[in-house]
């Protein structure tokens, strides 16, 4: 003989009934943000270092090359270069603040890798 069974409603057990299983929500969770923005905020700002170390090697090495138009011109590009990702990544740093971060939109995206691929070329440009 099969003791009671539980009461099922259209869709099944509901959220109150014993049969082990866990209460459906029916509200938004909020969002436990975690390490996980500080993680983001501090990539950015170890890629601004870096990108900063890296247009002063460029402004070095066009001063130690000596000041020909070329040199100085890619010097100051790589140093436009570091100030447009420096701007990318502010607004980047400062978007992680909110309780659900958007996404990195692709324009900036876009502008960011475009930058870093600027330094490089002049520093590369530089470096011959």
């Known amino acids: 003989m099969a003791g009671p069974q539980p009461p099922t409603g259209p869709h099944g057990p509901g959220p109150d009934d014993p049969d082990g299983r866990e209460p459906v929500a029916h509200e938004p969770v909020s969002r436990d943000p975690g390490l996980q ?9 170890r890629t601004t270092l870096a990108c900063a170390v890296a247009a002063s090697l460029a402004a070095r090495q066009a001063l130690h090359n000596g000041t020909g138009p070329v ?5 100051v590009f790589a140093v436009l270069a570091w100030l447009g990702f420096l701007g990318v990544a502010a607004r980047r740093i400062r978007a992680m603040t909110a309780p659900r971060p958007p996404a ?3 324009r900036a995206a876009a502008a960011a ?3 870093t691929l600027a330094l490089v070329a002049f520093g590369a440009a530089l470096a011959r």
């Not at 923005?37 to 700002?45: D, G, I, M, S, Y």
């Not at 040199?71 to 010097?75: E, R």
């Open 37 to 45: 923005p500080e993680r983001t905020r501090l990539a950015w700002r």
């Open 113 to 115: 890798a475009g930058c």
């Open 104 to 106: 990195l939109s692709p």
């Open 71 to 75: 040199s100085v011109l890619c010097a």
